[in-house]
């Protein structure tokens, strides 16, 4: 069975303060303590039978405490504290819904992690592809992020030459404007 959570913006609301209040009270804790509490909260999810739609969203709890704690991506400054501001909603000791309950206690926790993928999309996606270059051949396990990063550059800038390369042919027998060239 299915079922469509909606929210509206005074849903969205009670998220977003519920955030700011986790963020101010955890705001002493340390990366590493921050990173425990939403792993303890990880292996409570994993020792309860829980919905599909919890167990989804907690993996990515677990994509999240990795960016932070990963010496080669090397998250630092602006980025690494939106992560911490994130993770600390899950700091909290009591929320919405109790734990305990059943079938539902760990579903604000579910819907905060699905706000929180939302707003860390690019964070995530990027460290995801570091992981997977690391792990591939061409990474090595001794990769770092600025190598990997120059890796990624160069990829992507070969990437726009073959591009263009492919536009020098002809468009219905004109060459294609260029503020390059010359006659074009």
Not at 93 to 117: K, N, Q, T, Y
Not at 158 to 176: C, E, H, K, V, W
């Amino acid at each position: 069975m299915d079922i469509k959570i909606s929210l509206n913006d005074e849903d969205l609301n009670h998220f977003r303060r519920a955030m700011e209040q986790a963020r101010t009270r955890n705001a002493g804790l340390s990366a590493a303590e921050i990173c425990a509490h939403a792993t303890a909260l990880l292996e409570k999810v994993r020792s309860r039978r829980v919905p599909d739609f919890v167990s989804d969203r907690m993996r990515h709890l677990v994509s999240l405490t990795a960016m932070v704690q990963d010496a080669a991506w090397n998250l630092d400054g602006e980025d690494k504290a939106r992560v911490l501001a994130a993770l600390s909603y899950f700091s909290e000791p009591h929320d919405d819904i109790p734990d305990s309950v059943p079938v539902f206690g760990f579903l604000d926790d579910a819907i905060m992690i699905e706000l929180v993928m939302r707003e860390l999309r690019h964070e995530l996606e990027a460290y995801e592809e570091f992981c997977v270059y690391r792990a591939s051949d061409a990474g090595g396990s001794g990769v770092t992020r600025d190598e990997w990063l120059a890796q990624r550059r160069e990829e992507l800038m070969d990437r726009m030459r073959r591009r263009r390369a492919s536009l020098g042919g002809s468009y219905a027998g004109t060459r294609p404007f260029s503020l390059f060239t010359a006659g074009g």
